[in-house]
């Protein structure tokens, strides 16, 4: 069998399983069973492939026929253009989420430019995306923390950190959202589980099925962990003045979250900013 035919025989599976983009998924498949890129599969459409490559192939389209999601399949997933490992004892990182690394840099950089050496957080760092990529974009930074309650998401945010050779920079702390932090900070990114229980319906099966519940969910409104964190970095010794924080949330969480924020830093200046879809995404708190 060639290239081409197993491609159209995976493209036509996973069509008629309701894949929004079979053709798209078949070709990434195909491409990480033959250890190749997806250019190879187009200029080599006539290749011959194995019969265990055939087998290979034809389990990972049955497994992502039953709502396995991509990015678990094959082991990674591109985030900021680079790329990151990930399983299941990780969220998968989103698009959207890149907006919250671009704030974050553009907040550094001021703080630089105003001749401060920003000490950063990430809470709830998850596979590292966040802060790995905060360290390859901004190498002025000594070093910043990554924390997270989960173990078992630190040891793939490990992977990361040591795939990208910045594991001398992020430092990883296990523990409960600030907690595990020994200095004061002056910026704080974090992507915290803000999915309501009383929202799960409404996501996608292999978003309920597969991603770690941890890291989704937060209480029947998802502001659960959002509103303690908020309370925790209000508390003394936590911040430096004039720091700033980068929260991503949900999207009917602008008003609640408003309120509160305004009890707890009265003066600070409170920005939203809207993802690609339009809906409120990323909160900017400048204290």
Known sequence: MTIRELLTQG?????????????RDAQVL????????????????????????????????ARRNAGEPIAYLIGHREFYGYDFLVDKRVLIPRPETELLVEAALSAIRQKFSAGQGPIVADIGTGSGAIPVTIALEETRLPYL?????????????????QFHHVEARVRLLQGDLLTPLSEPVDIITANLPYVGTEEMDMLSPDVKVYEPHLALFSGSQGL?????????AAQPGILNSHAVLLLEIGYAQREPLSQLLHQLWPEAQVLFKKDYAGWDRLVQITL
Do not use: K, W
Request: with cysteine.
């Open 11 to 23: 493209t036509q599976a996973l069509a008629s399983a309701g894949s929004e983009d079979a053709r």
């Open 30 to 61: 195909l491409a990480y069973v033959l250890e190749a890129t997806r250019a190879t599969l187009y200029a080599y459409p006539e290749r011959e492939v194995t019969s265990e490559q055939v087998e290979h192939f034809l389990q990972m389209v």
């Open 145 to 161: 923390y990554a924390c997270d309650i989960s173990t078992e998401a630190l040891q793939v945010a490990d992977l990361n950190c």
């Open 224 to 232: 659960d962990l959002l509103y303690r964190f908020c309370r925790q």
